[in-house]
């Protein structure tokens, strides 16, 4: 099973800037689409961006779009997600996942990470 484990979460206050990082443990992450997720309290997860395995197609949700930043580094074999002018709205816990491909819709299957904790708060 494919093994994600996100980093980066925190406290920050609005406006603030976090940078979230997903690496995987025991293969190259550089052969899948990878997508960011976030489930707020209370409520269903939502895809928020992903990047195809190549790096040339992104896609942003609305929420995010123009805030949030995804890009990949091979040689590091990691993900990140660059946040910034964070919202309340924004608290959540953040996960990463493979997708098929990287689109809209931002399919996928299995069972969820850790994930990283993302609380903005005044």
């Known amino acids: 099973q494919l093994q994600f484990v996100e980093s980066g979460g925190g406290l920050v206050q609005p406006g603030g800037s976090l940078r979230l990082s997903c690496a995987a443990s025991?293969?190259?992450?550089?052969?899948?689409?990878i997508g960011w997720f976030r489930q707020a309290p209370g409520k269903e997860h939502e895809g928020i961006s992903c990047?195809?395995?190549?790096?040339?197609?992104?896609y942003y949700g609305d929420s995010v779009k123009g805030r949030f930043t995804i890009s990949r580094d091979s040689a590091k074999n990691a993900v990140y997600l660059q946040m910034n002018s964070l919202k309340l709205e924004d608290t959540a816990i953040y996960y990463c996942?493979?997708?098929?491909?990287?689109?809209?819709?931002?399919?996928?299957?299995?069972?969820w990470g850790q994930g990283t904790q993302v609380t903005v708060s005044s």
């Open positions: 996942a493979p997708l098929g491909a990287c689109t809209a819709t931002m399919s996928r299957s299995g069972s």
């Open positions: 025991g293969f190259n992450l550089a052969s899948y689409a």
């Open positions: 990047i195809s395995s190549n790096g040339r197609i992104i």
